[in-house]
């Protein structure tokens, strides 16, 4: 089955630099992977997605580039902002079925 | 991006009773529901998959008995914890897809249900 691998596990950036959090998949029929941000108690909430007809996506501050090849995707935030402070997750999906999740980046943003 | 709400957010429960917890998607029919199950400081562990009208596809090593789901509708599921015990308490998701496959293969995540069992 599919295995998703997320590192760093911790981030610190200072406010205004930039965050970068990658994954790697095993699984090569994977097609859909999706970033999701979670703040303490709360659900997670998809914030950029990437399918893999596609290298780059860009969403302001947000983007995510994937490499089919060598089965990796990546996370990039720049400008980062307090706000930004949250646990991350990568995940990996064909065609929306059956998402593994990878263990999680907790990101902190220093002012 | 389209809104899946989660009931209650928080619950306690006595040991031996059983807690529902409703997944609502509020704004598009959702074919499919995915309950998680999280511990503090882990990832998401997917519990069961649920098509409307179908029963519902559980993972190894979770009980299909214990974790009652339900997903009678287009826009609800239902996951029921049978006979709780304290081991059960964690934090509860569920989230929801829309029909059909290619474009519409965002999952959405409800708030959340922090579980605890005295």
């Known amino acids: 089955g599919e295995n998703v691998e997320q590192h760093p596990s911790t981030l610190s950036v200072q406010e205004g630099d930039s965050a970068v959090i990658k994954c790697t998949y095993s699984?090569?029929?994977?097609?859909?992977f999706p970033w999701y941000k979670q703040e303490l108690g709360k659900g997670p909430q998809l914030i950029i997605d990437?399918?893999?007809?596609?290298g780059e996506k860009k969403d302001q501050r947000i983007a995510v580039t994937l490499n089919k090849t060598a089965k990796h995707f990546s996370l990039h935030i720049t400008e980062t902002q307090p706000e930004d402070s949250a646990v991350y997750f990568c995940a990996a999906s064909i065609y929306g079925q059956n998402f593994v999740f990878g263990p999680g980046t907790r990101l902190s943003v220093l002012p | 991006g389209a809104v899946v709400s989660q009931h209650p957010s928080r619950v306690i429960c006595k040991s031996g009773t059983s807690v529902k917890i409703e997944c609502r998607s509020l704004d598009f029919q959702a074919t499919t529901m995915f309950w998680y199950r999280q511990f503090p400081k882990q990832s998401l562990m997917l519990m069961a998959t649920?098509?409307?009208?179908?029963?519902?596809?559980?993972e190894q090593g979770v009980e299909k008995d214990k974790f009652l789901i339900n997903h009678a509708s287009l826009t609800l599921s239902t996951l029921t914890v049978t006979s709780a015990h304290p081991e059960d308490s964690s934090f509860y998701i569920c989230s929801a897809r829309g029909p059909g496959q290619g474009a519409n293969t965002e999952a959405f995540f409800g708030q959340g249900t922090r579980l605890t069992v005295v």
């Open positions: 699984d090569s029929a994977s097609n859909y």
């Open positions: 649920s098509n409307e009208g179908s029963k519902a596809t559980y």
């Open positions: 990437i399918r893999s007809n596609v």
